[in-house]
């Protein structure tokens, strides 16, 4: 302001000089003066603008550190959604890249399969079996099963016991139609996979021997699921890993080359290596989480065995009406995949079996405890380190943490996906069922069998209904 002003003195001086003040006025304010008062004002709101933009600028610093590792924090809903669909090791690296629900998935691999005092320790020790295993596993129990409920749920996971639900499949060959049960249809060489006793399903059987050992049907790995392809999840967990690995080397070229700062002072040099090593140190323990919740449960795959597709054969899931299930009632349904995979494709899988591992749930303790332990202190480490570093450090984290989510729920978006579902008159849903087979409108009893099946399905049909 000094300089400023002497350089405005001439101007100043000549007005004194030249233009004498008129004595006869009352008010009078010197062209000097008046300038000077607008330059200090002016210089003020200067000052007072850049403080402010400081104070913004530092708020907004501060949001961005901390906002971006507390997203990583929430996500229930998308997380248990993606876990309890995951099949396979893609799945488990896509899950872990940038990843969300942090304490929604150390708490439910705690609950899972975590020691009994850590059970106790998140609030789970007196928890009812069945409630981890319906959100967090793909597999079908006892304890746990699925039914079509009709309404806008569609499939819903229920905890319940002995549920009226069958699958079968369905030879359409004009002039030959034959149901099959899985177990029949591996005996015949339709298909190939492995021979379970989980596959000997009595067809809408109340009561059946071992019947506590025999997983229900799983409708939403079937119906709702994708099986023919699995390259679309091994896309995107490529694509996530190297999006997170992009992330870490774009903050180490904020910090050392561009030489970018949060605030004038120089962060200290230990920031950009804790940030690093702890988002590796959290990838690595939600990745060991989600293998460990995958490892709980047995998935089979069943793969057709002729090198052609006659599109003739396709699978139906049966469900009888007037059920009641944990207080819930269930109307009669013969529900189909989606009308694009369907029929059976030659060398495709055609079925999805999926029940808990129970040996192995016994000896993932350890492995749920380093998985706890790496995604905790990695998750303190990138925040202690992303706190210290420049904002647009911080900012690209954030920026794949949203694209990870986006990816992920556009990677399951066969759950949009409506099977072929038609509605069965209560009492007679396998009577429905030959009908719709034979494209017959009403039919009457003339000969001493009506349609052919194998010999598993015999006794299934025999069920009273």
Request: net charge neutral.
């Amino acid at each position: 302001m000094t300089g400023l002003w002497d350089i405005l003195s001439p101007a100043r001086n000549y007005y004194q000089v030249a233009h004498l003040p008129d004595t006869s006025s009352s008010f009078e304010i010197p062209l000097g003066r008046l300038l000077r008062i607008f330059l200090e004002f002016r210089c003020f709101i200067m000052a007072h603008a850049a403080t402010s933009i400081d104070q913004g600028e530092q708020l907004t610093n501060t949001l961005i550190a901390e906002l971006a590792p507390l997203l990583e924090l929430f996500g229930k809903e998308i997380t248990t959604q993606f876990l309890n669909q995951s099949t396979g090791w893609a799945d488990d690296v896509l899950f872990a890249m940038a990843p969300v629900g942090l304490i929604t998935v150390i708490v439910g691999v705690i609950r899972v399969a975590g020691y009994s005092i850590l059970r106790n320790l998140v609030g789970r020790g007196r928890e009812q079996e069945g409630e981890a295993e319906k959100e967090f596993l793909s597999s079908t129990s006892k304890d746990v099963c699925e039914l079509w409920s009709g309404g806008a749920s569609d499939v819903v996971r229920i905890l319940g016991s002995k549920p009226s639900i069958c699958e079968v499949l369905i030879d359409e060959t004009p002039g030959g139609e034959t149901f099959y049960s899985t177990q029949g249809a591996l005996e015949k060489g339709i298909l190939s996979g492995p021979k379970s006793h989980q596959l000997d399903t009595c067809v809408l059987q109340e009561e059946t021997a071992n019947s506590d050992e025999i997983a229900p049907p799983n409708l939403t790995l079937n119906v709702r699921y994708d099986t023919q392809t699995r390259w679309p999840i091994r896309l995107g967990a490529t694509v996530g890993w190297i999006l997170q690995t992009a992330v870490l080397a774009l903050q180490g070229l904020v910090t050392y080359r561009f030489h970018l700062h949060n605030g004038d002072e120089q962060a200290p040099k230990y920031t950009f290596p804790l940030a690093c090593a702890g988002t590796v140190l959290l990838c690595t323990g939600m990745w060991i989480c989600a293998l460990t919740l995958r490892k709980s449960t047995i998935t089979e795959a069943y793969y057709n065995c002729y090198d052609s597709s006659d599109g003739h054969k396709r699978y139906v899931w049966l469900q009888k009406g007037r059920q009641v299930v944990n207080h819930q009632c269930f109307d009669a349904f013969a529900i189909y995949k989606p009308e694009s995979h369907q029929y059976m494709k030659a060398k495709s899988v055609v079925l999805w079996r999926s029940y808990k591992n129970l040996k192995s749930i016994r000896r993932l303790g350890l492995l749920v405890l380093v998985g706890t332990c790496f995604s905790l202190v990695g998750w303190i480490a990138q925040f202690v380190g992303l706190s210290q570093l420049h904002w647009s450090a911080i900012l690209v984290q954030l920026g794949a943490t949203f694209i990870m989510v986006i990816l992920r729920s556009s990677i399951r978006s066969h759950l949009r996906q409506k099977p072929e579902v038609r509605p069965l008159k209560t009492g007679f849903e396998m009577d429905d069922l030959v009908l719709e087979t034979a494209k017959l409108d009403s039919w009457s009893m003339c000969h001493h069998r009506v349609f052919e099946a194998d010999d598993k399905s015999k006794s299934s049909f025999a069920s009273d209904i």
